[in-house]
């Protein structure tokens, strides 16, 4: 398997849950395929399946599957579908398509495949995307697939860390954990780490950097306490266009009812322009216990901020 496949067949139907016909080519636009049932003005536009995973559940369920039979638009073979990750894109000639779901529940009851042998490969190997850029797409073209690189900053705030006094740990276990997350969810991961003394000047150049790279969340450790010298919840309020305060809310009550000096921290999570930012406590225990609560929200967050509504 391969970045680039090719389209087997372009099918279309003018009803919801029923399969789809080939045809021997269509249009795209904004809307997604004219004159099917699935354009509008949302995130499931156009669906796509591999001919590969097709050709396994035929194996497994002797089952004689034609091309549009599980509903999807755009038959595909040769590229790698597991792989994929949501925000990724795929380029047909002039045609662009930005995944904006993976997988769906199966209609059963208008699911023909469903209803003879209890279950569709669709709810599991479906790759459903919204237009970016529109055209015609025929059986026979080419289709290039392009991973979109997930950016993350971890910036560790420590006066003792930045002069060497001692080795930072917090930033690494936010950088384990997140590869960890992450590893079978997309190919492309991008994690930066840094260093910064605990200084609002300098971090506030962080972070405007960082939103301007268009860098998708960033993670501060350290500095959200009540000494003198912490001051990251306050300078990134300084950034940011909306506050998020239900997952910082949650996480204090979780932990703080054994342990009531974790109501003294001053976490925040809010969004600046495209990019997410949660300021972490500075030690590793505590890193741990706030990213198994942020990742829960995280990837729904990012499809919020990007447009896409997923509920």
């Not at 003005?41 to 369920?61: G, M, N, P, Y």
């Not at 000047?201 to 960082?210: C, G, I, P, S």
């Not at 912490?230 to 342990?259: L, Q, S």
């Amino acid at each position: 398997m391969s970045n680039k496949g090719t389209i087997l067949s372009v099918n279309i139907s003018a009803e919801k849950g029923v399969a789809k016909s080939p045809v021997s080519q269509v249009q795209i636009n904004d809307l997604g395929i004219v004159g099917d049932a699935h354009a509008g003005q949302w995130h499931r536009q156009v669906s796509l399946l591999s001919q590969e995973q097709i050709d396994l559940f035929a194996k497994e369920t002797d089952k004689d599957i034609q091309p549009g039979q599980f509903a999807e638009n755009l038959t595909v073979s040769g590229l790698q579908f597991d792989s994929i990750a949501v925000l990724d894109r795929f380029q047909i000639g002039g045609v662009q398509l930005e995944v904006t779901q993976l997988g769906k529940r199966c209609h059963g009851d208008g699911c023909a495949i469903y209803q003879e042998v209890g279950k569709c490969v669709m709810p599991k190997e479906g790759i459903f995307c919204r237009v970016i850029q529109g055209g015609t797409v025929k059986a026979g073209d080419s289709i290039e697939y392009a991973p979109r690189m997930l950016k993350i900053s971890v910036v560790t705030l420590s006066d003792r860390a930045f002069s060497g006094v001692y080795t930072d740990r917090t930033g690494p276990r936010v950088t384990e954990m997140l590869n960890d997350y992450f590893k079978d969810k997309t190919q492309a991961l991008q994690i930066e780490n840094k260093i910064l003394p605990d200084d609002a000047e300098r971090l506030k150049q962080a972070l405007a950097h960082a939103i301007d790279e268009k860098v998708d969340v960033i993670f501060t450790c350290g500095g959200t306490g009540v000494g003198p010298r912490d001051i990251a919840p306050e300078t990134v309020e300084t950034v940011c266009d909306k506050m998020i305060p239900g997952i910082m809310e949650n996480i204090r009550i979780k932990y703080g009812t054994d342990k009531p000096s974790v109501l003294l921290s001053r976490s925040i999570a809010a969004i600046a322009r495209m990019t997410q930012i949660y300021t972490l406590p500075g030690s590793v225990r505590a890193v741990e216990e706030y990213l198994i609560e942020i990742v829960k929200t995280l990837e729904h967050a990012t499809l919020m901020i990007h447009g896409i509504d997923a509920h």
